[in-house]
């Protein structure tokens, strides 16, 4: 389990690991609340059987956690898509102007900047408040996917506009949040 790579939900759509985590003895990660509800089970990038959604929050927020079976080996790493791994020290929360990178399925890792804090998006099911503006590319399957600034965990890949292709403006969900909301710790 990785930040970054490829899941999928119910066998079929597909999102990214945000990362790996733990509650008490039970491993997992966290993703974004709009990959999947409690209860949706999850295969891995190699269509291995893999996980269970334990909880979703979205809107609202746009957070959840899948607990991973005894075949998956929680790493507190993310896929740099460059054949490596950035590994993941910590939580704290990068402020506007700092450097961004992100890691996910459908475009690989891209590089930024934080622009704004706390920002309110629309989407078509509701508004999602408290997400993290970002001048980085991304596309769908990028979701739940990894914010990274230096070896900081920050955040979820929400949604946003654009595409990798000419660029675009791409909200996370810090990650802070949903690691207090179910009680969880990075790996
Ligand atoms: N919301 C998309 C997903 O579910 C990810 C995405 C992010 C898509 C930014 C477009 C975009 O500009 O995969």
Same mark, same amino acid.
């Given at each position: ?8 939900? /119910?066998?079929?759509?597909? =999102? ?10 039970? /491993? ?6 709009? =990959?999947? %509800?409690?209860? /949706? ?15 979703? &929050?979205? *809107?609202? /927020? ?11 080996? *929680? %790493? ?8 490596? +791994? ?14 961004? =990178? ?8 891209? =590089? ?9 998006? %629309? ?9 993290? %503006? ?11 996917? &990894? ?15 654009? +595409?990798? &292709? ?7 969900? *810090? ?13």
């Amino acid at each position: 389990v990785r930040g970054g790579d490829a899941y999928y939900i /119910n066998s079929s759509a597909r =999102c990214s690991i945000g990362f790996s985590v733990r509650k008490g003895s039970t /491993n997992g990660f966290v993703s974004a609340g709009h =990959c999947g %509800r409690a209860g /949706n089970t999850t295969t891995g990038y190699n269509r291995v059987a893999q996980g269970t959604f334990q909880g979703s &929050s979205f *809107p609202g /927020n746009d957070y959840s956690w899948v607990a991973v079976n005894s075949n998956w080996t *929680p %790493r507190g790493w993310v896929n740099n898509y460059s054949g490596g +791994n950035v590994a993941v020290k910590g939580s704290t929360a990068a402020t506007v102007g700092s450097s961004i =990178c992100r890691s996910g399925s459908t475009t690989g890792w891209h =590089c930024g900047t934080v622009q704004q804090l706390n920002a309110s998006v %629309r989407y078509s099911q509701g508004t999602v408040s408290g997400l993290t %503006r970002t001048n980085v590319c991304a596309e769908p399957g990028d979701s739940g996917g &990894s914010f990274i600034s230096g070896s900081q965990a920050q955040g979820m890949t929400s949604g946003g506009s654009g +595409n990798c &292709s000419s660029g675009g403006t791409t909200y996370f969900q *810090p990650v802070n949040e949903a690691l207090s909301a179910y009680g969880l710790t990075l790996v």
